[in-house]
């Protein structure tokens, strides 16, 4: 390929910008979505049938919702209307419903193409049910939000949800390629250059190509540190109120609780780096030392809320650092939910029991009357019996024993579990077993 710029007489096909050159003209040329598009693929048995029911595209940015779209149209035959949520509203859904209904009597069908369906209020989402569901229209939405938490159930129990991939290294090659090609010339890049381009679109080919475009009137060739400094990095893709959100304080959380702390370091970057507020991830942190952590470690907590002070008196971004020590130590520090467990079961059977008194003996009474009542009569002081443990039942008359915090063998909690055993034999030997 040549490294000379084109030309200023070449076809008027050049001045379109790159993306809208380079878009695929046949769903095989599709790139990175062949578990959708191929011909054992539940899109691909579509269009070979052509049949298409309603559906959803749920995928990132770039990753070609559109084009499918208009490409399922052009190989069903249908009349391809496009639309965006977030310029349109009930005015423009009822002309187009209208005119479907008129193709629909002359046996023309209509797809009706949302982008970011998600962005149509309830009501506006309501409006497409009966033309769904009376064949007027084939509706193909797309949305780069989970649609289980932005569309209603409604309108997703009519629509079969299809997510598309990011663009893996591979696809984002293959748009690399097709844009040398068509342009006549070679990117002016070394290869680590070439790798870190790649890299920059983030799986978003349209990106990708933007950045392309901006590289062709370059002259001679680019490194590293020429790329960074002639083009932008785009932000991450984090909405912080959104899916992203959610996923990303997941997958920190499993890792932690994994015993992985390269990956928990890994998810707590990916988060900060897009943007997430520092305070929220503490406040996460303390609930998982509490939660997954508990007395197998009771340092836990500490190191969490030191997290949290360290943060609020420094910031960002040396307070970030303790947040990341709080990470590592909660990764691989001993992990038990016994807690957890005892509590959940307490507050069970405490609804069961409903308002059991205490057991007299364990009753302060600070008057005549509660005295000759029998209040705190009985009552065994633990720290001046033999071993400090009294073996007294706590729990309400009538009551039976119930072994409600089970420690488990892990880190301090197996101590934990020792001495809670020999108290129960010491228990068993004064009143006999009486456990359920």
Known sequence: MSQDPPSLFEPDDVGRPLA?????Q???????QEHLLGPD???GRMVAEHRLVSMVLWGPPGCGKTTI?????????????PLSATFSGVAELRKIFQAAAKRREVGQGTLLFVDEIHRFNRAQQDSFLPYVEGGTIVLVGATTENPSFELNAALLSRCQVFVLKRLDEPALTTLTERAEETTGRALPLDEPARQALIAMADGDGRYLLNLIEQLQT??????????????????????KSQEGHYNLISALHKSMRGSDPDAALYWLARMLDGGEDPLYIARRLVRFANEDIAIADP?????ALAAWDVYERLGSPEGELAIAQAVVYLATASKSIAVY??????????????????PAHILNSPTKLMKDLGYGEGYEYDPHSPGGFSGADYFPEGMDREHIYQPSGNGYERLIAERTAGWERLRQQKHGSTER
């Open 218 to 239: 370059v002259a001679g060739t680019l490194d590293v540190a020429g790329l960074a400094e002639l083009v932008q990095q785009r932000a991450p893709i984090y909405d």
């Open 69 to 81: 779209a208009r490409l399922l149209a052009e190989r069903t035959d249908l009349v391809f209307e």
């Open 26 to 32: 046949t769903l095989a040329d599709v790139v990175g």
């Open 299 to 303: 340092q836990a907590v500490h190191q």
């Open 41 to 43: 693929a539940p899109i």
């Open 20 to 24: 809208d050159r380079l878009r695929p």
């Open 341 to 358: 467990r005892g509590f959940n079961a307490a507050r069970k059977l405490a609804k069961q029991t409903g308002s059991l008194m205490p």
